[in-house]
């Protein structure tokens, strides 16, 4: 008797599933990186005045994050320079090692979108785009920019829209999630208007401190507290943009909700509709139950994976925000990253895995 | 179980840990102020490896605005997000029943006394006048 093994073909290449990330962040060395793309002027100021968030600190965090550089403590590049700041680096430790397909990159360690002075949030914008195809997208075809614009000058932000539009290392939109008004507020609109006219989703990555606290009731005492409440300032942002109608006035509109987990979906959309109901007449221009506009609009990116003790439960609640609705991100190189093999702590079938490891994310981003 | 020399005494000094694979597995083995330990180099949650985690101590409190701090230097926090590991033990601090890591015993044996065998040796050469840490697995 003799035994035969199948030789293995490129069927199993095909088969086999490629990870799509979407949440990756790239870093820069320093701030004086921006020269190579900033104009003289703006060069100057980055020099004589440096960058402004509206927050107490210049160089770090309101909230210290826990870890150097918010980062996995493994994740130093061996040839120097913070975390996600090696391309190779990365490479090796994350986008080989986990056979990632696209990496969606994330850039917020510097940045213009919510920069304090006006033309130099729209020029250090400008710089960072640059950066991600030059630096990144142009180096690495898995990587996949997005435009970031300064959200409380619309008009430069659509100006930096339509600067990058089509151009194919750059399939969405970020701007930062808590900015000087809630989000669904109309001086946002035009840059709304040019995402949906674009096709391009809007990555609503959590960040922003713009003088507001991230909990509604007040400064929270700790990191802890601040890192819990990032979820419940999304489902604010979330409601923001559905109840002034945001979405009814752009039903082709992709808002994509990067960070901030998901388990609130649910009750957010059950809560929405049940104020309906009685509130309604207040706000008329709203056709349909907010609920609609949260199944019809939105996507949330799954990192931190919520991790329920009855791992069913987890199930339940992607039953319910729908399995064509998640997208897989890692958050690489940060502290709270997700390793996509170990992440989920419920059963999936393969179509379930093939979807929100890659479908989902390569239908809202035409990948 | 089957023994194997991992590294000599003095190449692992106190509050050091270093990283071996022995029969394909990845082990971090500390050097607690002289006492020696190993723990599977894997976190149970999402799979790093605990070597490159900070070594601590436990900050403990009995109410708000009070705290302790104690075993210094014998707790591992995992590199990723954080979750604290008695290097002792293996238990973890806020599952300790339920969320371990598996130990691996470790003795200190003197080289006169492994070049006689039945060790196995890992690519670590044996010399009589020094002492090495075995580790079983």
């Known amino acids: 008797m003799s035994a035969t093994t199948l030789p293995r073909t490129e069927a199993a290449a095909e088969t086999r599933l490629r990870i799509v990330d979407c949440d990756v962040h790239p870093a820069m060395r320093s701030a004086a990186e921006l020269d190579r793309w900033l104009p003289p002027r703006w060069q100057q100021h980055r020099r004589d005045y440096g960058l402004r968030l509206r927050q107490p600190f210049t160089s770090t965090y309101p909230y210290p994050k826990s870890a150097p550089a918010l980062s996995r403590r493994d994740a130093w590049p061996p040839g120097g320079g913070p975390p996600g700041s090696d391309l190779d680096f990365m490479r090796q430790q994350h986008l080989d090692f986990h056979d990632i397909e696209y990496g969606m990159l994330q850039p917020l360690s510097v940045r213009g979108m919510d920069e304090r002075v006006p033309g130099f949030a729209e020029a250090v914008s400008c710089a960072v785009n640059e950066w991600q195809h030059d630096d990144w997208t142009a180096k690495d075809k898995r990587l996949k920019g997005t435009i970031a614009v300064p959200g409380e000058d619309a008009q430069a932000a659509v100006k930096e829209i339509e600067r990058w539009a089509g151009h194919p290392d750059f399939v969405q939109i970020s701007m930062v999630t808590r900015a000087l008004e809630p989000l669904g507020r109309s001086r946002y609109w035009p840059i709304y208007e040019a995402a949906a006219h674009f096709g391009l989703p809007i990555g609503l990555h959590t960040l922003g401190t713009s003088g507001h606290s991230v909990a509604g009731g007040g400064w929270p005492s700790y990191y802890y507290e601040e890192h819990q409440a990032v979820a419940m300032s999304l489902a604010a942002m979330t409601a923001s943009f559905i109840l002034e109608g945001v979405p009814e006035r752009f039903p082709d509109l992709k808002l994509v909700i990067i960070e901030g987990g998901f388990g609130w979906v649910p009750s957010l959309g059950w809560r929405m509709d049940s104020h309906w109901t009685a509130l309604r007449s207040e706000v008329p221009h709203l056709r349909r139950k907010p609920s609609e506009y949260l199944q019809a609009n939105f996507w949330f990116t799954t990192q931190p994976v919520e991790e329920p003790e009855n791992p069913e439960h987890l199930r339940k609640l992607i039953d319910w925000i729908g399995w064509d609705r998640l997208l897989f991100a890692t958050d690489y190189p940060h502290w709270d990253s997700d390793d996509p093999r170990y992440a989920f702590k419920c059963q999936m079938s393969e179509a379930e895995k093939r979807a929100i490891f890659a479908g989902n994310a390569k239908a809202v981003y035409r990948l | ?137």
């Open chain 2, 1 to 137: 179980m089957s023994k194997h020399v991992v590294a000599a005494v003095s190449d692992l000094p106190a509050g050091s840990r270093r990283q071996v694979t022995i029969k394909g597995r990845p082990i971090v083995v500390f050097n607690l102020s002289g006492e020696f330990f190993a723990l599977v180099n894997r976190c149970p949650h999402q799979g790093a490896g605990l070597c490159e985690g900070e070594i601590t101590g436990l900050v403990t409190s009995d109410r708000p605005g009070e705290f302790h701090v104690s075993r210094e230097g014998e707790i591992i926090r995992c590199p990723w997000h954080g979750w604290e590991f008695d290097i002792r033990t293996g238990q973890s601090w806020c599952d300790p029943s339920r969320i371990r890591i598996r130990p691996y015993p470790v003795e200190v044996a003197p080289g006169a006394r492994l070049v006689q065998g039945p060790y196995v040796a890992e690519t670590v050469p044996v010399r009589i006048e020094e002492d090495y840490v075995v580790l079983e697995v």
